[in-house]
């Protein structure tokens, strides 16, 4: 498939077009969830909300709109978001006496509550999470990998000391890989952000990076922790049991809606959408074939079968509508059904039908009494080859040996040439924010985290050649 930069992302708006998942609004960068969509939100949703609640965090709402003033109390956090805040400032009317912001994050917000409602050491930790949709007014956009509203899920807990703190950063962290991995099939890298890609607040921002088939970045998921930052801007103390009052640690997380783009990008072909199973909204598609009209039982044994997979639990759907079995064959690989069940009169008399694996070239028959099974199989297997072809196509374009910006100037120009994705670069660095800059200024390759495991350790600065702190992963990046 075309991996061009410009043709990457016109087939990416295609796919989602073609697949019906979204539909663009009157109002920039604001898009509409249609149903599939937002179904492969839910899957996500529930899987992440299940390892929430399994780790002790409940779910609360707080209001969207945030007094201006709260945004002025953490001087990091007014800095690194005010460019992107859209405000209302009238109701009914009149002039409001204070800007109310459209949440960008709820840090603030609950920062105030939590004043309130910790006390003592008895009303820690504080482990709470929120499904919302905040505001980030965005000059370039593209469907849910950056638009102007979005939905995530921000996490805030509040603890006693840093090490329980950073204990709960990194299991959230850890979290948001596992899904990440074992959900969407797609490979991430953990690590730590660099400081000037650092959440606005953060002493320490962790990452998950994720590369796409352009060979860009995408930040998965993000967990920071915030220290005595906000506890000192909004005064959350607590008495401890030696009776004296200290600062809460506190923490917050987030994945968003880009995972939806994220999937889209790392796994869909020429064909349109390649969902893995476990989110895709239409598992298995039945569709009958041959002159199916003259024989009444072609549509009773697939409506058998519907019933059977539905009881099952299988996310199934008979399309016996007027179109040609070749349109819908067309449509259903556009939608990223991950099997199709096809079964006409001559399946009929030889008790089978005929499967065709999404992300697979060739059909496989299958006699009807091993049906189920089969079905069943081929879920779980497809969903584990996604998760190893997007491993290995990450792999292949993960470069580690390039060691100086000449050497990573060259590949670049060597990639464009021979139309390779120039992927990642595995590469030291001393720690100063200038040589960080004077890549991202001569290739576009930003950091995207510092690896807990690295491949290997690299000695010398990518930039200035100094003995390197860090070894850190850099591309281009969404
Ligand atoms: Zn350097």
Redesign the pocket.
């Known amino acids: 498939m075309t991996i061009q930069q410009n043709e990457f992302t016109k087939w990416y708006i295609e796919t989602i077009q073609n697949a019906d998942l979204m539909d663009y609004t009157p109002v920039r960068g604001c898009i509409a969830f249609k149903p599939d969509g937002y179904e492969i939100w839910e899957h996500i949703q529930a899987e992440m909300d299940y390892h929430f609640k399994e780790t002790g965090h409940r779910n609360a709402y707080f209001p969207m709109l945030i007094p201006e003033s709260f945004f002025q109390k953490e001087k990091d956090h007014i800095e690194g978001f005010s460019p992107e805040l859209p405000w209302v400032t009238e109701a009914a009317g009149e002039q409001l006496e204070e800007r109310l912001a459209l949440r960008p994050t709820s840090e603030t917000m609950i920062g105030y509550l939590y004043s309130n409602w910790i006390k003592s050491y008895r009303d820690l930790p504080l482990l709470l999470n929120q499904w919302a949709n905040v505001f980030r007014w965005e000059k370039k956009t593209l469907p849910f990998i950056r638009t102007s509203e979005f939905l995530w899920q921000e996490g805030h807990t509040a603890h006693g000391d840093e090490e329980e703190a950073r204990h709960e950063t990194l299991q959230m962290l850890d979290i948001y890989k596992k899904v990440v991995e074992n959900l969407l099939a797609i490979p991430v890298f953990d690590g730590t952000k660099t400081e000037s890609e650092r959440f606005a607040g953060a002493i320490d921002t962790f990452s998950i990076e994720a590369m796409m088939k352009d060979g860009k970045a995408v930040q998965a998921g993000t967990s920071h922790y915030l220290g005595t930052k906000f506890a000192e801007a909004f005064n959350i103390k607590y008495l401890n049991k030696n009776n004296q009052h200290d600062y809460v640690h506190t923490t917050s997380w987030g994945t968003s809606t880009r995972l939806i783009g994220s999937v889209i990008m790392v796994h869909g072909d020429e064909r349109g959408l390649v969902l893995p199973p476990k989110i895709a909204p239409t598992q298995v598609v039945l569709i009958p074939v041959g002159p199916f009209k003259k024989h009444p039982e072609i549509l009773e044994k697939l409506d058998d079968l519907y019933k059977v997979l539905k009881a099952k639990g299988i996310r199934v759907k008979l399309d016996d509508s007027d179109l040609t079995p070749g349109f819908k064959f067309n449509k259903w690989e556009q939608k990223g059904a991950s099997l199709r069940v096809e079964f006409g009169p001559r399946d009929f008399q030889n008790n089978q039908v005929v499967i065709k694996i999404r992300d697979e070239e060739e059909k496989i028959t299958v006699a009807l009494d091993r049906f189920m099974d089969v079905i069943e199989e081929e879920l779980k297997v497809m969903q584990k080859r996604l998760l190893e072809k997007a491993r290995q196509f990450r792999d292949a374009n993960s470069h580690v040996t390039i060691d100086s910006l000449q050497q990573l100037q060259d590949h670049i120009t060597q990639s464009k040439a021979n139309k390779n994705i120039p992927g990642w670069i595995l590469a030291g660095?001393?720690?100063?924010n200038?040589?960080e800059q004077k890549v991202k200024d001569e290739t576009k390759f930003t950091s995207r985290n510092i690896p807990f495991n690295p491949p290997i350790k690299k000695s010398n600065?990518i930039?200035?050649?100094?003995e390197a702190k860090h070894t850190v992963w850099f591309a281009r990046a969404y």
């Open positions: 660095w001393c720690g100063s200038i040589c600065c930039y200035c050649g100094n």
